[in-house]
């Protein structure tokens, strides 16, 4: 049976700036949004960060959430629980609900959602093997990350920034989680919250 948990608030941590510092390396060294970690401490994007200065970083502890079966993944909300489950940087496993099948992607990046790409080519091949070659489609898949599996609706289609090469592909593409929302104008996208639902097994 489905359980609904509220995510425990945050605590916070401290960090003393040191030579080489950023606030993006930062925010991807504690798993936290760019903007979040800004926010909390009173800067923007023009400010410069000096040696020995004390940032105050937020911590979030994602309580888990139990699921309709072993098949299904946990429904998580993307503002405040999965973008924390599944930080830019981790790396997770894939399994497609429908076909069973499996490969790896890392999050380079995303506000909204997350913007993955495929590991290795033979991760790319298996995925164009799910959506029949590049698609804008959206599937239900299951994220596996640090032993929690996560319903979430994936498109293949890669484009714009790339980070990994030789992994088959150019550019990135789309992990959506409940209530996540398109970048180009902020709205939800309802094609893949469907599949976000049909990965938690609630649709």
């Known amino acids: 049976m489905y359980l609904l948990k509220q995510a425990l608030a945050p605590c916070h941590t401290s960090h003393t700036v040191q030579t080489g510092d950023t606030i993006w390396d930062l925010s991807v060294l504690y798993g936290i949004p760019q903007s979040k ?28 959430k139990t699921t309709v079966s072993p098949q299904h993944g946990e429904f ?13 940087g981790k790396t997770a496993k894939v399994t497609d609900l429908a076909t069973g099948q499996s490969f ?13 790409e495929t590991m290795t080519t033979a991760d790319t091949n298996v995925a164009r093997s799910i959506w029949g070659d590049f698609s804008w489609t959206p599937r239900a898949v299951i994220i596996e990350v ?15 920034l790339q980070y990994i090469r030789d992994n088959g592909i150019i550019g990135h ?19 893949h919250q469907l599949q976000v639902e049909r990965a938690a097994g609630v649709r």
Not at 37 to 63: D, E, Y
Not at 173 to 191: I, Q, W
Request: glycine share 4%; net charge positive.
């Open 104 to 116: 790896h992607i890392k999050r380079t990046t995303g506000a909204n959602h997350a913007d993955c």
């Open 37 to 64: 970690l800004l926010t909390v401490n009173n800067l923007t994007l023009s400010n410069r960060l000096s040696i020995g200065q004390q940032l105050t970083v937020p911590v979030h502890s994602i309580a888990r």
């Open 146 to 160: 640090d032993r929690r599996k996560l319903a979430a609706s994936m498109s293949f289609m890669p484009h714009d």
């Open 76 to 88: 998580l909300d993307w503002w405040t629980e999965a973008q924390y489950v599944f930080p830019i």
């Open 173 to 191: 593409f789309d992990v959506y989680f409940s209530n996540s929302t398109r970048h180009a104008d902020g709205r939800p996208d309802a094609s």
